[in-house]
Nanobody, 115 residues
Framework: QEQLVESGGGLVQPGGSLRLSCATS????????MNWYRQAPGKQRELVAS???????NYADSVKGRFTISRDNTKRTVYLQMSSLKPEDTAVYHC?????????WGQGTQVTVSS
């Protein structure tokens, strides 16, 4: 059974940092592109960051220079390092694994940026 479990969310002040983790099991992690999405209340889900099997990365314009995605194939885990956080980064962050027609999702972790 494919599983993705996010952790690391929480409440942080503007300007602060958080590191999200997504631990996976049940599929061949190394062949999947990994993505972080987020969804704020009343808004559409947004692709935040992606990392390919070869380690190439892409970011939404809104997070470029502030967020860094990385993966550890030996630990089957993908990370999202978030810094200089803003109130508009508040959302539920979901991990996604994508390969061909297959997509697996985690349950999400809440990130709240507020003073």
């Amino acid at each position: 059974q494919e599983q993705l479990v996010e952790s690391g969310g929480g409440l942080v002040q503007p300007g602060g940092s958080l590191r999200l983790s997504c631990a996976t099991s049940g599929f061949t992690f190394s062949i999947y592109a990994m993505n972080w999405y987020r969804q704020a209340p009343g808004k559409q889900r947004e692709l935040v960051a992606s990392i390919s099997t070869g380690g190439s990365t892409n970011y939404a314009d809104s997070v470029k220079g502030r967020f860094t995605i990385s993966r550890d194939n030996t630990k089957r885990t993908v990370y999202l390092q978030m810094s200089s956080l803003k109130p508009e980064d508040t959302a539920v962050y979901h991990c996604n694994a994508h390969f061909s027609t297959l997509d697996y999702w985690g349950q999400g972790t809440q990130v709240t940026v507020s003073s």
